[in-house]
């Protein structure tokens, strides 16, 4: 978009030029002019061409694409990996040679990332760099929230807290541990880190924190995740008061305290301006990959109302999106934000 | 006892009414109630099923952190809250390859299926089974139910982009990841059966005995009026006074009755004019009677006054004329003297006819002489060994009943005499309360009583009638026995107050 207006630019400086010289043309026929290059100019950046490449049509995949489209002039094409039938998608991408591919989700990245010779903008993939090899035609945004932030808008909604457990599989999260490790020694909080190599040892491991901590903090681990160790962990959150940190919404609705998670709207939208950038010339390795910029802490009133630590509350009115979710006969109300509506959000920086 | 109920079965309509209606009501229960009972086991059976269908299903819910983890603590609750349902004697939890994590059973239990080689491999099979179905399974046993479900996982979370991502948006893929199993008791069924049984016991006697009163008010309503009626005809029978049935409904027994009271005004109505010809025939015989001994006073007379003296100056003619005549005429004196002898014969015969005509000895004797005369007279006319115990019963009767009572008497020895052929008579005249009673039995060849009231007025002949009227005139009764070969007894029985009447 941004190159397109430059383009107008400086087409129009011509034509004036132009008019100026020959001093006796009317003010009518200026205007005609005037009127055909500014078609001409739209219809140059309307031949501007996005694919976007999603591996099915699920709700953030659409929320991340609608995002971005709002920030973006382009012509956005959609292609579905899982509605294209077999078909060869880099292949027909090669073909069409967009000017830009939109890769939304981790697969969609494994499969565009084959290309090199168009830029690629990536969304909603949580660890690009296990995908990527320094491919220097992709760029995006990734569903990473810094842990420092994490920690941060942990402390600051319960500030009580003196220690934190933290479960996580060393091969899938234990950079992230280590961050925590990092983060918490900053803050003066303990972290109770305990290594798990499978699902089935979560339970027990838990239990053996259950005395010592203050709060979980939930980490996005397969390993640690399952169905069965989700409801562990929200049965035990319950039993033995120690609220929940997650990382999604979907958790705090069921039960934890509270979470820091994307935005996929807004990451669309940050995505959308990476695009723009390259659109307008930039080289697809010029514009740095970056981390989710906006963070919406969401918190579960009720739990909050329950907890034995105490809860900032101010941080809980200023929670200014209310959502009410029917959940097994219960109203469960579930308030969210973003961080940057904290007055401390300048410290999350 | 039996024959006595079948006979009141027979006989009584509202015994019989009763015990149809009873029968039928008794048919009908039992029918709805082995309805009853059969549905409610397939009911009972079906809850019972579904029951525990659900409770493998909680079961299997309840364990998956267990059963995931292999966390015995973690399954103890799961377990626990299945096992304290009463019917549940056993709980089974196994991972995925069968091994057992945890096993509550009831204590006491005897189980015949032990687990055994084949058991193992049996269960092996039950689980590649739910594998395949990946829902609960039913065994049946004996004395169980078993109940077997794959412990499900819901998603598998294969990328982390996808722990942030709501469950619906991602393609759902389950997995087993073990079982569980239960085993419940079959008795609870009979048990349960047993009780209901026991209501439907209690519910249905009471539902009988007020059925019972119910069929007995019923028999009894439609029985009552038809007794009623079965009352008047038995009177009507017996000639005793009916009163109008009251008619109570409009239906067959109402219009029944009707009929029965039209008929009963019309019997009773016939019945006076039947007493009032029969008083006016009993009249009219009385006369006839009393006309009949007037007549033979009166031949008596004449045979007694007139014949008797003409005769007796017919013989004093014949001995002048046997004076009168010479010696030499002693043919016609022969003649006279045998004429003579004649006429005395005649004289003797006119004083007897007189005499049976009118019972002069009566007036002379009294009843109970002219009974023994009569008797003895009549053993002189004729061959009869004749037995006679006459008590004394002068002065019981007046002089008109006398005369009857020796007609009857004297009519009973003629018929004798007539008809019997008998060899033997037996009289006795005794007293009995107030009553005297002459009893006349024969041995003679008797008769067909039945076959003579059969016959008609002009074939029975006048002498048992006369004896009736003549016993009715006199306030008493003639009651007569005979069978073929086995003689006769006539009983007359006359009151002694009761000595009205009038000839």
């Known amino acids: 978009m941004g190159n397109a207006k430059i383009s107008f630019k400086a087409d129009f400086r011509l034509n004036i030029k132009r008019k100026c010289e020959s001093r006796n043309t009317r003010p009518r026929v200026l205007f005609s002019i ?99 090899s320094q491919e220097e035609n992709i760029t995006g945004v990734s569903m990473h929230i810094p842990i420092e932030r994490q920690l941060f808008s942990l402390i600051n909604v319960l500030p009580d807290i003196k220690t934190i457990g933290l479960l996580y599989d060393p091969d899938k999260t234990g950079h992230l541990a280590d961050k925590a490790r990092i983060a918490a020694a900053i803050n003066g909080v303990v972290l109770v880190a305990g290594q798990v190599h499978n699902s089935g040892v979560v339970p027990s491991a838990l239990m053996e924190m259950k ?25 035990f959150s319950l039993e033995h008061n120690i609220p929940i940190l997650a990382f999604s919404e979907k958790y705090v609705e069921l039960g934890a305290l509270m979470s820091i998670g994307i935005d996929a709207f807004d990451m669309g939208a940050q995505a959308g301006e990476m695009a723009a950038a390259i659109l307008s ?43 009410n979710e029917k959940i097994m006969g219960t109203t469960r109300i579930v308030k969210r934000g973003t961080i940057n509506e904290f007055k401390f959000h300048e410290g999350l920086q | 006892m039996n024959l006595n109920f079948m006979k009141a079965f027979n006989e009584n309509f509202a015994i019989k009414v009763f015990v149809k209606l009873a029968v039928f009501i008794v048919t009908i229960y039992c029918c709805l109630s082995i309805f009853f009972i059969h549905n409610q086991r397939k009911t009972l059976t079906d809850s019972l099923i579904h029951k525990g269908h659900l409770l493998v299903g909680i079961l299997a819910h309840n364990s998956r952190i267990g059963v995931f983890s292999e966390n015995l603590e973690l399954l103890n609750a799961p377990a626990d809250g299945v096992f304290q349902q009463d019917a549940v004697l056993q709980v089974i939890i196994c991972n995925l390859e069968g091994k057992v994590l945890k096993k509550l059973e009831r204590p006491g239990t005897y189980w015949p299926e032990k687990q055994t080689t084949a058991d193992r491999k049996n269960n092996r099979h039950l689980f590649a089974d739910l594998k395949q179905a990946g829902s609960s399974v039913l065994r049946e046993n004996r004395d169980t139910f078993e109940f077997w479900k794959p412990v499900m996982t819901g998603l598998h979370y294969m990328q982390e982009e996808a722990l942030f991502f709501r469950d619906e948006y991602l393609q759902r893929r389950n997995r087993i990841i073990g079982f569980v199993g239960i ?216 002089e008109d009943v006398q005369i009857n009572l020796y007609r009857i008497f004297q009519e009973t020895l003629t018929n004798i005499v007539k008809h019997a052929l008998a060899k033997n008579i037996f009289i006795t005249v005794e007293q ?21 009231i059969s016959r008609g007025a002009a074939d029975k002949g006048m002498g048992l009638a006369t004896m009736r009227e003549r016993s009715y005139m006199v306030g008493g009764t003639c009651d007569v026995w005979s069978k073929p070969d086995r003689g006769t007894r006539i009983t007359l029985t006359v009151p002694i107050e009761n000595t009205g009447g009038s000839i």
């Not at chain 1, 080289?283 to 802490?297: I, S, T």
């Not at chain 2, 009163?213 to 000639?239: E, F, M, W």
Request: charged share 25%; aromatic share 4%.
């Open chain 2, 432 to 452: 009995q309360n107030r009553q005297i009673v002459f009893v006349v039995e024969d041995d003679g060849k008797g008769f067909d009583l039945n076959g003579l």
């Open chain 1, 281 to 323: 010339g930039i080289k697809a390795h010029k514009v740095a990959q970056a981390d989710a910029r906006l963070a919406v802490v969401s918190i579960n009133q009720q739990i909050a109302r329950k907890a034995v630590i105490s809860v900032n509350q101010k941080i809980v009115h200023k929670l200014n999106v209310p959502i």
């Open chain 1, 211 to 235: 005395e010592k901590i203050d709060v979980f903090w939930m980490l996005p681990d397969t390993t640690l995740i399952t169905p069965e160790t989700i409801e562990f962990m929200l049965l």
């Open chain 2, 183 to 398: 085993t419940v008791d079959k008795k609870i069924l009979s048990k349960q059966l047993n009780d209901l049984l026991f209501q439907s016991i209690l519910i249905g006697t009471l539902f009988l005995l007020l059925s019972a009163g119910v069929a007995y008010l019923v028999s009894r309503g439609i029985t009552r009026p038809l007794n009623r009626l079965t009352d008047g005809v038995k009177a009507l029978g017996k000639g005793s006074t009916v009163d109008m049935l009251p008619v109570e409904t409009d239906d067959e027994i109402g219009k029944l009755a009707q009929a029965f009271n039209a008929m009963t005004q019309s019997l009773q109505a016939r019945e006076v004019e039947l007493r009032k010809s029969e008083e006016r025939l009993r009249v009219l015989s009385s006369k006839l009677l009393q006309a009949q001994e007037e007549e033979r006073k009166r031949l008596a007379i004449e045979l007694h006054d007139e014949l008797g003296q003409d005769l007796a100056l017919l013989k004093l003619r014949l001995r002048s004329i046997t004076r009168k005549l010479a010696e030499h005429q002693a043919a016609l004196i022969k003649d006279c003297q045998e004429t003579s002898r004649y006429v005395d014969e005649i004289i003797e015969n006119v004083r007897r006819l007189s005499r049976d005509l009118s019972p002069s000895v009566l007036k002379d004797l009294g009843l109970t002489a002219a009974l023994r005369w009569q008797v003895e007279n009549f053993a002189k006319q004729h061959s009869f060994k004749i037995s006679l115990d006459v008590q004394d019963i002068d002065h019981l009767f007046s």
């Open chain 1, 34 to 132: 005037i009127f055909i290059i500014l078609l001409w100019a739209l219809s140059v950046e309307a031949r501007q061409e996005i694919v976007a490449v999603q591996s099915s049509r699920i709700a953030p995949y659409e929320e991340a694409l609608k995002g971005f489209k709002s920030v973006s002039n382009a012509v956005v094409s959609r292609l579905v990996i899982s509605e294209s039938g077999g078909a060869d998608v880099v292949k027909e991408l090669r073909a069409r040679r967009p000017d830009i591919i939109l890769a939304i989700g981790p697969d969609a990245l494994s499969l565009v990332k084959r290309i090199k010779d168009l830029p690629v903008v990536y969304l909603m993939v949580l660890n690009p760099h296990t995908i990527l």
